[in-house]
């Protein structure tokens, strides 16, 4: 295997080997990349021109290269524990609202591109889903949305900054919460609200993630 990679990477040109490390560390360091991210646009048209030499590299250090060609997204998986994020209770939380809300617009408005959707909305579902009369303090819910823009789930529209103060902020949810919350039904999405609703320490139980 690791003959195999050298002999890949070996084939690219000269600016692409050199290229090479950075985008897989990129792509390692933010397990996605978005094709509708400018940020993200180059090193994915990278990886999409050289799909093969990245899986090779990627297949040395165990992960896996993923392609959602539809979203447009690459995403890097290991099964190995030491390289899989782990989220608190309150982000796991955030991020089965996120994809619930996804679902929910694409269903209703059958866009073609990512949907859009509220901070008040964002606040509303978290409420309903957790069963939890009082919200999560401000500080809370914009260090919890920024972490999740971190990794590539949401943006705000028109890149303004997050604030949950303005119910009107407006955030787009990217197609990413289906990879990173990979159920299909309408009946695993529930026993993902059943197995949270029981947790009783939101801040102090972690959660493994797929990151």
Known sequence: ?????????????????????????????????????????????????????????????GFTLVHDEYHRIFQALTEHSYCRARYRLDESLMIVVLRKLYEERLERLSLASDPVVSVAEVREEYRTITGRERDLGVVQYETLLRRLRALGLLETVDGRAIDVRDGETR?????????????????????????????????????????
């Open 171 to 211: 955030l787009r949810l990217r197609g990413s919460l289906r990879l990173i919350l990979p159920v299909q039904t309408a009946d695993e999405m529930e026993a993902w609200l059943r197995r949270y609703r029981r947790a009783e320490e939101p801040s102090e139980q972690p959660d493994e993630g797929d990151a």
């Open 1 to 61: 295997m690791e003959t195999d990679a050298c002999l890949t990477a070996a084939s690219l040109p000269e600016k692409a080997r050199r290229e090479l490390p950075r985008v897989v560390n990129r792509l390692l360091g933010q397990t996605f990349l978005h094709q509708e991210v400018e940020a993200d646009k180059d090193d994915y048209y990278f990886v999409q021109r050289h799909q093969a030499p990245v899986e090779a590299v990627l297949a040395l250090a």
